[in-house]
């Protein structure tokens, strides 16, 4: 066995494998992987709290928690061993976990998470989700203590991958947790979609919250990203801001997470599909068409 196997970026080698194998693989990551990519981060709030938790090489974990009643929930717990360091940390009562999609470096972790919390419950949009208690559809409301998270459905990147949207609460901005379909700056490949099915997810579903949502996504992907959306509009102002404020963010190691619907949508080339000038740089005139190409020359960047 060699780490690059092994690796969360060979993810063809490992999007199918069986469970047990897959339970094995994440181990290992999370043991080779052991140096944090960011510093965990907290996002204090009046009524709710989130705890950025990095996870493998540039995977996040988030950990929710309802201030008044101490309730919590963790999206994606890759590494169950930093979720339970947190939960102690903060002194709350774990009982959700919120699973974007299937792949094991978002719901590898949840046996073991089942096992050091006993009755916790797991909430996915997909059969395939290890160790899933509750199957949740689109519109479908999950309560955290005081909190309200609506399921939003967003096929593409796999086909039963669920954003869940935290609702804000008095001077609380309200936050989305995204997963693999946006990314900042960017968006996640489309493994078992189409493009019609991601130009649904940004644009209609993701680009109709408001614009002062902040977007936690699944990776610490953002620099790559930006540095694409300049090659797509290479005279866009927007995108050469974020990508220095991103670029020294990184250099201490902190996150560029989270980002903002409304910020998504100046900056963001996938979010950005009727603009001219990225229709201009795909060569296309209708906007399926723009994010298929668009999609195509990111993985090829």
């Known amino acids: 066995m060699n780490k690059f196997y092994f690796s969360k970026n060979n993810l063809s080698n490992l999007i199918n494998l069986k469970t047990p194998v897959k339970n094995i693989v994440y181990k290992f990551c999370n043991k080779v992987t052991s140096k944090m990519h960011s510093v965990s981060t907290l996002i204090q709030g009046q009524n709710m709290s989130i705890k950025i938790l990095p996870a493998l090489d540039d995977n996040f974990m988030y950990l929710i928690i309802d201030e008044k009643t101490k309730e919590a929930a963790i999206v994606d717990p890759v590494n169950p061993t930093l979720v339970s360091s947190a939960v102690e940390e903060h002194k709350v009562k774990l009982n959700k976990i919120l699973t974007t999609h299937h792949h094991w470096d978002h719901a ?109 996504c699944g990776h610490e992907y953002t620099c790559k990203n930006l540095l694409f959306g300049m090659k797509v509009e290479p005279s866009n102002e927007d995108i050469k801001k974020q990508l220095e404020w991103a670029n020294n963010q990184r250099k201490e190691r902190k996150p560029t997470v989270p980002s903002t619907i409304g910020d998504e949508k100046k900056f963001n080339p996938f979010m950005r599909v009727h603009e001219s000038s990225v229709k201009d740089f795909t060569g296309t005139n209708d906007h399926i068409s723009t994010m298929a190409k668009l999609r195509q020359e990111k993985d090829n960047f």
């Open 108 to 216: 590898g972790g949840n046996v073991e998470m089942c096992k050091k919390f006993p009755n916790i419950k797991v909430f996915g949009g997909d059969d395939r989700v290890d160790e899933l208690t509750n199957k949740v559809s689109h519109d479908e409301l999950i309560n955290i203590g005081n909190l309200k998270i609506k399921c939003l459905s967003t096929p593409c990147h796999t086909s039963g991958h669920i954003c869940y949207y935290l609702s804000g609460i008095d001077n609380d901005s309200p936050a989305v947790f995204t997963g693999d379909t946006l990314f900042i700056g960017g968006c996640g490949r489309f493994f078992e979609g189409t493009p019609e099915q991601m130009y649904t997810a940004l644009i209609k579903i993701l680009g109709s919250l408001p614009d002062e949502t902040k977007v936690y």
